[in-house]
């Protein structure tokens, strides 16, 4: 008996053991079942790779590194598809892939594997952003300033990339788009209307206002005096 007690408790323990691989709808991923319970959910392409099948043992070990490598494959798949809509800075993808419950060391694989495919460039992203808003809502240097900051732009690449724009040349396109709509109205209803405008696009008084003044001399140049 006492030898019999002995090597029991020297036997080796048998690691868990895959009992169920239970693919989920909507989704290319599995649950795995480790002696009948739930251990986690892989990606169809990791389970494959790694060979895993129902009578496979899994370490506790290899059970973390499979989680970890399915998030950073999960984590480089969001990023390129959120990369695939539209540029992104850098703070503003490492946000959008932790909103998604991405774990840190994920996302910084992730990060890192878009600097090396050159989807990543904030100096590219801030020209781009730039652009975009001038030609469909042209606003000020300050405005965009903010607006790069917040999407985390240096500052020093942010005054870099606003040096060359010209509040009053993007005051003067911002009013011209909003003159329809402006029609009929006596001068002091045109400058308040269109003074609060641009107000909320970040320009200032004098700059407004001089945007207002050559758009109501446009507007009224053929009117009888």
């Given at each position: 008996m006492s030898g019999s007690d002995d090597q029991d408790s020297t036997a080796?323990?048998?690691?868990?053991?895959v009992t169920a691989i239970e693919k989920q709808k909507r989704r290319p991923r599995a649950d795995l079942y480790l002696d009948g319970v739930y251990a986690c959910t892989l990606g169809i392409d990791l389970i494959f790779e790694r060979h895993i099948a129902v009578g496979t043992q899994i370490t506790d070990t290899q059970r973390r590194?499979?989680?970890?490598d399915d998030q950073r494959r999960g984590a480089i798949a969001a990023a390129l598809r959120l990369l695939s809509v539209m540029p992104r800075s850098e703070q503003d993808l490492r946000d959008r892939l932790k909103h998604r419950d991405f774990r840190r060391t994920a996302v910084d694989a992730a990060i890192t594997r878009m600097r090396e495919l050159g989807y990543l460039d904030d100096a590219a992203f801030a020209r781009f952003w730039i652009e975009a808003r001038q030609a469909a809502t042209p606003r000020s240097r300050r405005a965009l300033a903010f607006e790069l900051s917040r999407k985390g732009i240096d500052r020093d690449l942010v005054s870099e990339t606003?040096?060359?724009?010209?509040?009053?040349?993007?005051?003067?396109?911002a009013a011209q788009r909003r003159l329809r709509s402006l029609c009929g109205l006596d001068?002091?209803?045109?400058?308040?209307?269109?003074?609060?405008?641009?107000?909320s696009r970040g320009f200032s008084y004098a700059v407004a206002r001089s945007a207002i003044d050559r758009c109501w001399a446009e507007l009224t140049a053929d009117e009888p005096v």
């Open positions: 080796p323990a048998l690691s868990p053991t590194d499979l989680e970890t606003i040096a060359p724009l010209s509040d009053a040349d993007a005051a003067y396109a001068r002091p209803g045109f400058t308040r209307r269109l003074g609060s405008f641009l107000a």
